[in-house]
């Protein structure tokens, strides 16, 4: 997961500049000052080059999947204003994001045959909405946990919070995966 982890963490920092600056003053950083003022998805679209940079790795891959599908999550979540951003609304991104990152990976390790799904397409439906419930629940648990650390981030440790985020949604799935596995 180390694509989608530098795009949480320029996704973050981003965000975080926009909660203390401004938006404006956020994009004119990234040279997108051109975006200024303009609706949440197109602003969100004018920075996937930026979060996830285009390659050709699966990671870089799952990565990007996730940031479009963080795109179009922004409205169901309420977020549809950059420049009244808040720093509960940055969280909600942010979770967003790391769960369509986790989800776009599993999906991955699906297709490679590493994880199986029932051969039922209705069970199958069935099971992956289950397995966002369960990543959101994750990556929500380990965001509560580093709360507190969301409002002193700085740049320098931004990458470092966003590595802990997902070793510790990892970490919780784990055990939320033995718990139902055990009952």
Do not use: H, W
């Amino acid at each position: 997961m180390g694509s989608a982890r530098g795009a949480g963490s320029r996704l973050l920092g981003f965000l975080s500049d926009a909660v203390a600056r401004g938006a404006a003053e956020a994009l004119r950083a990234l040279n997108l000052d051109g975006l200024a003022g303009r609706p949440i998805e197109e602003i969100f679209l004018g920075l996937a080059d930026y979060v996830c940079p285009d390659g050709g790795s699966i990671d870089e891959g799952v990565a990007r999947e996730a940031f479009i599908e963080t795109i179009a999550d922004l409205a169901g979540a309420g977020i549809t204003d950059l420049d009244g951003l808040t720093a509960e609304q940055m969280q909600t991104v942010f979770e967003l994001y790391a769960t369509n990152a986790i989800e776009a990976r599993l999906c991955n390790d699906i297709g490679a045959k590493t994880v199986t799904l029932p051969g039922d397409s209705r069970e199958a439906a069935r099971v992956q909405a289950q397995l966002n419930d369960f990543i959101r629940r994750g990556v929500a648990d380990a965001l509560t946990t580093a709360r507190a650390a969301v409002a002193a981030l700085t740049p320098d440790r931004v990458l470092a919070f966003v590595e802990r985020i997902y070793e510790q949604a990892f970490g919780i799935l784990q055990i939320m995966g033995d718990a139902e596995a055990e009952a």
